[in-house]
């Protein structure tokens, strides 16, 4: 069993409906990883989506990239030890191409074309799946979570950084280069401040947890990571009237580039993730009225917050190794090659 630093369910599960319908059959199990930048969070989930165990363990990103591989790969280990798991999901973060299974990039983690899926088949024996940590999310929410019932949906989720995804009729879109719903590099303030990723004025540049508090901080003249972005919403609630502009121009910001998302790909309804999720109604009113002034010719969708919060990620890779059990597409380039070969798989194949 595994070797949890914290068990989150009791011995009798917590559900998390990962897949529609069918009987709990504690024998048929997978394993989904969701690798953050500080931790790996990682469970145990049933066709029916009860989580059997759940737990965490720190990425140790400071120890450099071979120690991270081996930290997911040992984590991956003991998760399967003595369980009669089918298969495994793994979300991680930067640039995924899922159908080669390589993590090409993470400035957060370090590393570059990392054959996860290989050293994970290599070191458990079983069929691993890859995707990408936030649209795994997108694919929880749109399934399982806060977006069902729509047609599409794009999530984004707002932390540290930001990233999205979009996902209609159940399938993620990857992109053609496994790097689309970065919507966080939108350059919505052309001249603006300097991104990490080397551009000036991106989205996340203003409206990221993490930049909201420095943006603050800074016109306050203080220490740039003195304050955070739950502190600036507690002081623009106070009437702080630097947090009040701070707050303003996030919102702006936000509203701007879900304005060119709902023009270009329609979704019907876009969930918020991350951190700033939290901020709820401080965050959904100014957005969803911001959003409403922007649009001409159509009215905006709806704006909802996630359902599965921190969990989305691993609940959206446990729903991708179940697909792949299936073979259920879980990715437009898979529905569409299902199409092209007449392929109609379901939950029942």
């Known amino acids: 069993m595994i070797a949890a630093p914290f068990p989150v369910s009791d011995p009798g599960g917590s559900p998390l409906p990962i897949a529609p319908g069918g009987q709990r059959v504690r024998s048929d199990l997978v394993a989904a990883m969701d690798v953050g930048g500080?931790?790996?969070?990682?469970?145990?989930?049933?066709?029916?989506?009860?989580?059997?165990?759940?737990?965490?363990?720190p990425t140790g990103a400071e120890g450099g990239v071979p120690a991270v591989i081996d930290r997911i790969l040992g984590f991956a280990a003991d998760l399967v030890a003595g369980e009669q798991v089918k298969a495994i999901g793994i979300?991680?973060?930067?640039?995924?191409?899922?159908?080669?299974?390589?993590?090409?990039?993470?400035?957060?983690?370090?590393?570059?074309?990392?054959?996860?899926?290989?050293?994970?088949?290599?070191?458990?024996?079983?069929?691993?799946v890859l995707g990408h940590d936030v649209r795994l999310g997108a694919?929880?929410?749109?399934?399982?979570?806060?977006?069902?019932?729509?047609?599409?949906?794009?999530?984004?989720?707002?932390?540290?950084?930001?990233?999205?995804?979009?996902?209609?009729?159940?399938?993620?879109?990857?992109?053609?280069?496994?790097?689309?719903?970065?919507?966080?590099?939108?350059?919505?303030?052309?001249?603006?401040?300097?991104?990490?990723?080397?551009?000036?004025?991106?989205?996340e540049t203003v409206s990221?947890?993490?930049?909201?508090?420095?943006?603050?901080?800074?016109?306050?003249?203080?220490?740039?990571?003195?304050?955070?972005?739950r502190e600036v919403a507690e002081l623009m609630q106070a009437g702080d009237p630097i947090a009040i502009q701070v707050w303003d121009d996030a919102i702006a910001a936000l509203a701007d580039a879900l304005a060119a998302v709902t023009v270009l790909t329609d979704p019907g309804r876009i969930v918020l993730g991350g951190g700033l999720s939290l901020a709820g109604e401080l965050l959904t009113d100014?957005?969803?009225?911001?959003?409403?002034?922007?649009?001409t010719f159509r009215s905006p969708p709806p704006i909802a917050v996630t359902q599965l919060g921190d969990r989305a990620g691993?609940?959206?890779?446990?729903?991708?190794?179940?697909?792949?059990?299936?073979?259920?597409?879980?990715?437009?380039?898979?529905?569409?090659s299902a199409v092209a070969a007449g392929e109609g798989g379901t939950a029942d194949d």
Not at 38 to 57: F, M, N, P, Q
């Open 139 to 203: 694919l929880a929410e749109a399934r399982v979570g806060a977006g069902v019932g729509a047609a599409s949906m794009y999530f984004i989720a707002i932390g540290t950084g930001i990233a999205g995804g979009q996902v209609t009729g159940g399938a993620v879109d990857n992109g053609a280069t496994g790097q689309a719903g970065e919507v966080g590099h939108l350059v919505v303030r052309p001249g603006g401040r300097l991104c990490n990723c080397g551009n000036h004025g991106c989205l």
């Open 91 to 128: 979300g991680v973060p930067g640039i995924v191409d899922s159908a080669a299974g390589i993590a090409r990039y993470a400035a957060n983690l370090g590393w570059r074309d990392v054959p996860i899926v290989q050293l994970l088949t290599e070191r458990v024996g079983l069929p691993v």
């Open 208 to 229: 990221s947890a993490s930049r909201i508090g420095q943006s603050y901080s800074l016109l306050r003249g203080t220490d740039a990571s003195s304050t955070s972005a």
């Open 38 to 57: 500080t931790s790996i969070k990682a469970g145990l989930v049933a066709a029916d989506g009860t989580v059997v165990r759940e737990a965490r363990r």
């Open 314 to 336: 691993l609940a959206g890779a446990a729903i991708l190794a179940w697909d792949h059990l299936r073979h259920q597409p879980s990715t437009l380039g898979e529905s569409m």
């Open 286 to 295: 100014p957005l969803a009225e911001a959003l409403a002034s922007r649009m």
